[in-house]
């Protein structure tokens, strides 16, 4: 049963209660957990939802399952409503059933989605301002190039701070045909428009219709410094970037209003841009206001291990029909709650969460 978790404050905000997007404790009737790689049992008084685990259960193709549903939602909706994955290149090639050594394009997913935002390909992993491994870059670039032959867009999401690094950063994206943003923390440290270098690379008085014709992009993860909704809204509309990826709330209960999404829209000249919702389908956190006190790991029975080095963030089971309803196909969901303020698309972190159900925490990257 849904329950809202907005107040009804909220309604002075022009919030429809078809458009909460703290959608919703769930019923936590379940199947297996697993936590550290270990499968949990359910207690004896918990009837098992029957799902999909078993010999022939595989997490990449059920995350690309989720994905699909999502865009076909959305789009529902709204016909050219963006999808963008958050890392998972992976996801974009299947083995070949008739011989597992051959990689072949994952066509209907990626027919699905609109581009790719990888996290660390050329700086960032294991450390800020560090170059990235070159098995690890030279992987990510062929996926990259799988990418761009389906017609995907492919962003690149690096992390530095000294500006030597952040120019070669700048420059390793755009030798290969990508869009990159640097920025100079991680995670919800991303806070700021960064001060380096002083205006977006490839800036330019074009309205942006569509992913493919953006030449640069901002990424804020956490907008509260900014002030309040207005605040940030016009602070942001002072600059030229061709598309901004804001976290659909700013603080807990307080998602952007529709006005300052639509002041979002427009660049500094004039000219139109994108404005892309941040959205984590992999990972429950407990900052997030679907979250209820007294959920823990194993409790709801979906949500798994803590994530490495943030206690306040769980793996979940992605595919049971709990954590679904929360995300995406209904009118209480964050998906829906995100066409409906007015966002241009949405950036689907936690896409590559398949990792630790395939082989545990070891599989799992950790961007710091």
Do not use: C
């Not at 059933?97 to 989605?113: F, H, K, N, V």
């Not at 709330?249 to 000219?271: D, H, M, Q, Y």
């Not at 241009?344 to 990257?365: I, K, S």
């Amino acid at each position: 049963m849904a329950i809202a978790a907005y107040p009804r404050a909220l309604a002075a905000m022009a919030f429809s209660a078809a458009i909460v997007f703290s959608a919703l404790a769930t019923a936590q009737t379940d199947g297996q957990v697993r936590s550290q790689g270990r499968v949990i049992s359910p207690d004896e008084n918990q009837s098992p939802t029957i799902g999909p685990i078993g010999p022939l259960f595989e997490p990449r193709e059920e995350m690309r399952k989720f994905i699909q549903n999502i865009s076909t939602f959305a789009r529902r909706y709204r016909r050219n409503f963006t999808v963008i994955t958050q890392n998972g290149l992976a996801l974009l090639t299947k083995s070949d059933s008739g011989d597992e050594t051959q990689a072949l394009p994952a066509r209907t997913y990626m027919r699905s989605i609109d581009g790719v935002l990888q996290e660390a390909m050329f700086y960032g992993l294991p450390e800020m301002d560090k170059p990235t491994t070159k098995d690890r870059r030279d992987a990510l670039l062929n996926l990259a190039g799988v990418a761009k032959k389906g017609g995907v867009k492919v962003l690149v999401l690096d992390y530095a701070k000294t500006p030597k690094t952040i120019d070669a950063a700048y420059r390793a994206s755009r030798a290969k045909g990508l869009v990159g943003f640097v920025a100079p923390a991680v995670g919800l440290e991303i806070n700021a428009v960064p001060r380096y270098p002083r205006y977006p690379a490839g800036a330019n008085s074009t309205s942006i219709i569509s992913l493919k014709s953006i030449k640069n992009f901002l990424y804020i993860r956490d907008s509260s410094a900014f002030g309040r909704q207005d605040e940030f809204a016009l602070k942001l509309h002072g600059n030229n970037f061709d598309a901004v990826v804001v976290d659909i709330f700013r603080r807990i209960g307080e998602p952007l209003s529709k006005r300052a999404v639509e002041t979002l829209k427009f660049k500094k000249l004039g000219a139109r841009r994108l404005v892309l919702a941040y959205l984590n389908i992999g990972a429950a956190e407990s900052h997030r206001s679907y979250w209820k006190s007294h959920w823990r790991e194993g409790s709801p029975l979906w949500i798994s291990a803590p994530y490495p080095g943030d206690a306040d963030k769980y793996f979940v089971e992605f595919w049971r029909p709990e954590w679904r309803n929360i995300i995406n196909g209904n009118a209480d969901s964050y998906i829906y709650g995100i066409v409906k303020q007015g966002f241009d698309g949405v950036v689907l972190d936690g896409v590559d969460a398949y990792r630790y159900f395939e082989g545990g925490m070891e599989a799992v990257e950790v961007v710091r």
